[in-house]
Nanobody, 127 residues
């Protein structure tokens, strides 16, 4: 099993920045892909970004390209999501996810690809 704990959410004004962190514990050696998803009220969970644990490969959803950056620190078993130029439409609960599967583009954008999930952290962007 892999446990994921997110932190760093909060309230920020439009145009501001936040950095989310997700610390993994347990059988972390089995994790090959890490991702961030978000879910706004009344909407389905959507893909935000993903990163391979062992290669530089990353991928972003179109709405966040150029504003968000996903990164990881394998020594700390932590994945980050740096969010800049935040917009009110970025308001959502953000979830960290981990998969015991290699990074495959058609897979990493889907929730089913990931076996492990964090509890979520609220991000609210005021206008």
């Amino acid at each position: 099993q892999v446990q994921l704990v997110e932190s760093g959410g909060g309230l920020v004004q439009a145009g501001g920045s936040l950095r989310l962190s997700c610390a993994a514990s347990g059988r972390t050696f089995s994790v090959y892909t890490l991702g961030w998803f978000r879910q706004a009220p009344g909407k389905e969970r959507e893909f935000v970004a993903a990163i391979s644990r062992y290669t530089p490969t990353t991928y972003y959803a179109d709405p966040v390209k150029g504003r968000f950056t996903i990164s990881r620190d394998n020594a700390k078993n932590t994945v980050y999501l740096q969010m800049n130029s935040l917009k009110p439409e970025d308001t959502a609960v953000y979830y960290c996810a981990a998969a015991s599967r290699p990074f495959v583009l058609t897979g990493v954008v889907t929730s089913d690809y990931y076996a492990y999930w964090g509890q979520g952290t609220q991000v609210t962007v005021s206008s």
